[in-house]
């Protein structure tokens, strides 16, 4: 009898694992365990970019795991999941907030939830439960009855660790109980508007997110700094995978930069490179600290600087001496609003301008210019395909968290996820051309476009 899917992902998952291990000895990185200890392990850095071998055979794994558990489990049990799943965000929320996590940290080999009632004031019988749901995810494991300890993942949740800064990000659950009412309200269900989402149900607010975040510095400042640690975990990717040495004679615009965190790592790294982080007024102050802060001092001064400028506004940055540049930026907006932001750089291009674009392309991904770092820090000689399964597949069950995300924004600005085609439209709608498009180490491409001048209509 033939067990094709089953042979299928039972070989894809042997060769991804082999071809891991093969990768992972040429990179010289220790063996992995997941269970906490004293130093992070290399592979869980956020500063770093993933050897190129250990990325596709570990995201190739990732997603043979997870199509093996779509094709064994249950029916039943997969709706009993996701039935249940909303208890898994106040969970984690509980830990960290409640300082679970921060105590446990403290006693690797384990602490007993009797110690946490004394010390943190909390019930141990309720506590028991919520901890033992955590382990189902692999946070934390229960090494005897009633005590447990922190698993090697639990670091990102630690004080400090931007994993924390994703997770407090306020109003998730609210915002998500409202998707099934906001499908058929009688005035949304078909608008566009980032005035009519599942936001304004949620809240009983008439005002866009933007503009009603204004109102509460604390929820500003939280999720201000979950999508700051959103995109400083693909910055790696985006510094290493993209050849920004030809930009060097131009200085890059990096519109609705937020407090230049992408600009200052790519100064950090490429010292001849020059930044102008363009933010609403009211981020310049931000931004010029964070520059401050965070600038290698011995760089040039005037190497990044902030100005005010709106998205919406005429670029005064115009001609071939700049390089414009949009992270997370257009995922933000409905389709007019991003032709509208993408016209007005257009507009400012000059013929040898780049206009680089770095937005997750969702659907299947197409066979694009890839440019990836090879040295032999990073490469691997081994011959074993990482998987059989397809790139889409790995794409879409390596890591879930894009598509998650795609949704969030869809239901906090009626923003979509766009494929290679309906960013193709786009950008042409605004008068650019797409010369490339580059695959990162990272969920997110850069597609790199410049202007179409009358002369070439």
């Known amino acids: 009898m033939n067990h ?54 570990r995201r190739a794994a990732l997603a043979c795991a997870v199509e093996l558990k779509n094709l ?9 999941e996701s039935a249940f799943s909303m208890y898994d965000y106040p969970s984690v929320q509980a830990f960290i907030e409640h300082g679970i996590v921060d105590r446990m940290a403290k006693e690797p080999s384990g602490i007993s939830v009797k110690t946490l009632q004394s010390e943190l004031d909390l019930d141990s019988h309720k506590l028991t439960t919520v901890l033992r749901h955590l382990s189902v995810y692999g946070w934390i494991r ?26 407090m990000a306020p109003n998730y659950m609210r915002i998500a109980e409202a998707l099934p009412r906001w499908l058929v309200h009688p005035e949304f269900r078909f608008s566009k508007s980032p005035d009519h989402t599942a936001f304004q149900l949620a809240n009983n607010t008439t005002k866009p997110f933007f503009e009603w975040v204004k109102d509460d510095r604390e929820y500003l400042d939280r999720f201000a ?52 982080v363009q933010e609403r007024e009211e981020m310049v102050g931000p931004a010029e600290a964070n520059i401050k802060a ?65 937005e997750r392309i969702s659907g299947h991904y197409p066979d694009t210019h890839v440019e990836l770092e090879h040295s032999p820090a990073n490469t691997t000689d081994s011959t074993v395909p990482a998987s059989l399964i397809t790139e889409q597949t790995i794409l879409n069950s390596s890591f879930r968290m894009p598509q998650a995300l795609a949704l969030h924004l869809l239901c906090i600005l009626n923003c979509h ?41």
Request: glycine share 8%; proline share 5%; with cysteine.
């Open 72 to 80: 064994l489990q249950h029916p039943f049990e997969k709706a009993a």
């Open 294 to 358: 965070r600038l290698d001092p011995n760089l040039v001064h005037g190497t990044v600087v902030a100005e005010a400028n709106d998205l919406f506004s005429v670029q005064p940055r115009t001609g071939d001496k700049y390089t414009f540049m949009l992270r997370h930026v257009l995922h933000d907006w409905p389709e007019a609003q991003a032709v509208n932001i993408l016209e007005r750089l257009a507009a400012a291009a000059g013929p040898k301008s780049k206009i680089l674009i770095i």
């Open 142 to 167: 229960e090494t005897q009855d009633g005590i447990f300890a922190l698993n090697r993942s639990s670091r990102i949740l630690l004080q400090g660790q931007r994993g924390r800064a994703v997770v």
């Open 225 to 276: 700094a979950g999508v700051e640690a959103i995109g400083e975990y693909v910055t790696p990717g985006i510094l290493s995978d993209y050849p920004w040495q030809t930009c060097s004679e131009s200085t890059i615009v990096d519109c609705a930069g937020g407090k230049g965190s992408l600009s200052i790592a790519l100064a950090n790294k490429f010292p001849a490179l020059r930044f102008v």
């Open 4 to 57: 094709d899917e089953l042979g299928n992902l039972q070989t894809s998952l042997n060769n991804a694992l082999n071809s891991l291990r093969v990768a992972m000895d040429g990179s010289r990185l220790p063996p992995l365990s997941s269970q906490y200890g004293t130093d992070t392990h290399p592979l869980d850095s956020m500063d770093q970019p993933t050897p190129v071998g250990v990325y596709e055979a």
């Open 417 to 457: 996820e766009r494929t290679l085609d309906q960013w193709r439209s786009i950008i042409s709608r605004a008068g650019l051309v797409i010369t490339g498009v580059y695959k990162l180490r990272a969920y997110v491409s850069i597609m790199e476009c410049r202007a179409i001048h009358t002369d070439e209509s």
